[in-house]
């Protein structure tokens, strides 16, 4: 079917369709704010329009537009070019040239102010060497004041063959400055002699219940803390101040702008929505906010939803985060059987299963949203069961519990998710990353389990997408891509890594869109481009439906609007 003819098929079928595309007023405001607002609404003027688009609209009655308004805020009209170029009066007119034009994208799952403060340290992400690893760090340095920490860094021991790195690599070119670095999953830091001797740690310290140290045949440490072991190296790290955090929201925000993000589900703490509080009251805020805190604080965000209420559409707090297990790439994530590449090993749980459903179960007693992080089969399927339980325990409310990754679930649970009405809260760019390494470690038998997108949407599970930014980056179009094709990154699978798992192109865009805002609660606000709803928009220098697959990452965000602003512009 030639574009020619698309186009055309579209002019006649939305002439034909104008009074169900173009809502009526009471229709279309009324849904979103009520009369009053709503007369108001359809009174403002066009602000700015764009014309000559492929319009996905994220509505399964409209799917598709060619122009859509917006009037202050909010998208006030969605039709053909000649329609709204009509309304447009004196507003600003962009021309999408044969474009798509998207519901802004929703990540529903980074660590913003993480990745905010990781932009401006050592990147390690790309170090294929062992000489490359120790290199940047000695660079970065020479660089910062003596005494301060380095941090961040995102290394990936797989790149080198996947021996752990020791502070021995770097101790001598470190010597003025403790070094606390994250492998790139988060699960696993390295620290160097200093930032070790600031901790107290040394051969006499304990594990600790749900993480490891890891120690050479002498039993000193080698520098490398797993899961909950880091808090030893976390309690001494000085804390960011005020103005470093604030400057990693606004740098935050500007990186995901330029990437079609217009909304986030910040998974991070009390003090990271102090953050976003600072950036709201300063008219700062232009990324979306959703914001979660440890499960275990449950009672103090119950305490704190009576006192200021869960926000509005630029920032909603109400959800808490927690964790059963850890990553794969660090061996920590719980699994029913044992690692194919470590047979005495099952992962660990980071919190124990009697916690997960009293913190759950009090929780929801409190009407607030769930979202635990589980990887292994084991940690997924003991997740499932609390959320039953606690389900079963309460009775039906409209509560929206969420798994974090779901990345490797045993066969029987897939089924789980849609009857149970668990959100799959997942990352394609993990597939595409770990795809590279994770049948070494689990076998081929339970990959096909992993990342299983296709057979999730089959069973009517909700799918919200994300990056887990700063494990992962927060490139929508290349997530797309890897949900498509799920080819890895090193090339290795240019037919798919589990193939029975490719989903369609708009499947993932819905997982960005509709079913990430569905996860947040924003479902009413955004996540669809629909009269009434805030104007949060993305223009794509090409058609993703149409290009080819594997190009889907080649594409390039052109414009991305906010609350009909214009944050980043090509």
Avoid at 101 to 109: A, C, E, K, L, N
Wanted: glycine share 8%; aromatic share 6%; hydrophobic share 40%.
């Amino acid at each position: 079917m030639t574009n020619s003819f698309i186009r055309t098929h579209l002019r006649t079928n939305l002439a034909t369709h104008r009074g169900r595309r173009l809502l009526t007023a009471a229709t279309a405001c009324g849904l979103a704010v009520g009369a009053a607002a709503c007369a108001d609404r359809q009174s403002q003027p066009t602000t700015l329009a764009i014309v000559n688009g492929r319009v996905w609209t994220g509505d399964s009655a409209t799917p598709w537009a060619e122009a859509v308004a917006i009037a202050n805020d909010r998208i006030s009209a969605v039709g053909t070019s000649d329609e709204i170029r009509r309304i447009a009066g004196d507003a600003e007119v962009v021309d999408a040239q044969g474009g798509m034009v998207t519901p802004g994208f929703i990540d529903s799952h980074v660590h913003f102010i993480d990745g905010g403060l990781a932009l401006s340290s050592v990147s390690l992400r790309d170090a294929k060497t062992r000489e490359e690893f120790i290199t940047r760090i000695r660079d970065y340095a020479r660089t910062i004041p003596k005494g301060e920490w380095i941090r961040s860094g995102d290394w990936d021991h797989t790149n080198w063959g996947g021996e752990l790195p020791t502070h021995a690599w770097i101790d001598s070119i470190t010597t003025d400055n403790p070094v606390w670095i994250n492998r790139l999953d988060g699960h696993m830091n390295l620290a160097n002699r200093l930032a070790m001797e600031a901790a107290k740690v040394d051969r006499t310290t304990r594990d600790i219940a749900g993480g490891s140290i890891v120690r050479d045949a002498a039993g000193n440490p080698t520098g490398i803390f797993k899961d909950n072991a880091m808090s030893l190296i976390d309690a001494v790290a000085p804390p960011r101040s005020a103005a470093e955090l604030d400057r990693a929201l606004d740098a935050a925000m500007a990186y995901v702008a330029a990437r079609g993000v217009t909304s986030v589900h910040n998974m991070g703490t009390f003090d990271h929505i102090a953050v976003f509080d600072r950036a709201r009251q300063q008219n700062r805020l232009h990324t979306r906010i959703v914001a979660q805190v440890p499960l275990s604080q449950w009672a103090a965000l119950r305490d704190t939803v009576k006192v200021r209420g869960r926000g509005d559409a630029w920032l909603r707090i109400g959800g808490l985060k927690g964790f059963v297990d850890g990553s794969l790439g660090s061996h920590t994530a719980a699994m029913l059987q044992p690692f194919t590449d470590v047979p005495t090993d099952t992962g660990l749980f980071v919190t124990p299963a009697e916690s997960l459903y009293a913190w759950t179960k009090g929780a929801d007693s409190a009407e607030l949203q769930v979202a635990v992080h589980a990887i292994g089969d084991r940690a997924i399927r003991t997740q499932l069961d609390v959320f039953e339980r606690v389900a079963r325990e309460h009775g039906a409310r409209d509560r929206r519990f969420r798994i974090e990754h779901a990345q490797h679930i045993a066969p029987e649970d897939i089924a789980r998710f849609g009857p149970l009405q668990v959100i799959a809260s997942m990352q394609p760019y993990h597939e595409a990353d770990d795809g590279r390494w994770a049948e070494r470690v689990i076998g081929p038998e339970r990959a096909k389990g992993t990342y299983a997108f296709k057979s999730l949407l089959a069973t009517k599970a909700r799918v919200a997408f994300g990056s887990d930014w700063f494990v992962a980056p927060p490139t929508p179009l290349e997530g797309i891509k890897a949900a498509v094709t799920r080819q890895t990154l090193d090339g290795a699978h240019p037919g798919g890594w589990v193939p029975e798992e490719r989903i369609t192109v708009e499947d993932a865009l819905r997982g960005y869109t509709t079913g990430s805002a569905f996860a947040g609660f924003q479902d009413k606000d955004v996540g669809t481009i629909v009269k009434g709803k805030f104007a949060d928009l993305v223009v794509i220098d090409r058609d993703l439906t149409t290009m080819p697959a594997d190009s889907l990452d080649k594409a390039q965000v052109k414009m991305t609007i906010v609350g009909g602003v214009v944050r980043y512009k090509r």
